[in-house]
């Protein structure tokens, strides 16, 4: 067996989803999900890795407590924002010590 299919498996176990649970709240096709997890499928997209990740650790309780900040709505989206912020300010941060570095010379 594979280890992705072994891993998927055993964070459905640890989270108490079934299948079906893991797919609506990862946005991902049930069939799909059904695949990854018996081993017929094997080689998903980063994309779809992030999906499945989403999809196991959903809390619908923290989503029915808080479910209209778009924060909560869209966690992902407000991450990859975060993340790209985070790399324009490291980008412009290394840019401003080469441009410093370059004056001085």
């Known amino acids: 067996m594979r280890e992705l299919t072994k891993t998927l498996r055993r964070l459905a176990q640890l989270s108490g989803k079934t299948e079906a649970q ?3 709240h990862g946005g991902l096709d049930p069939a799909y999900v059904r695949k990854l997890m018996s081993g017929q499928k094997w080689n998903p997209t980063e994309a779809t890795l992030i999906k499945l990740a989403v999809g ?5 309780a923290l989503y029915n407590r808080h479910g209209d900040k778009p924060e909560v709505k869209h966690p992902l989206a407000y991450l990859v924002q975060a993340l790209q ?3 324009l300010r490291d980008a412009i941060g290394t840019f401003q010590e080469q441009v ?3 004056a001085a010379d």
């Open 100 to 102: 410093g570095d370059v």
């Open 85 to 87: 912020a985070d790399r």
């Open 22 to 24: 893991i797919a609506k």
């Open 56 to 60: 196991i650790v959903f809390d619908p």
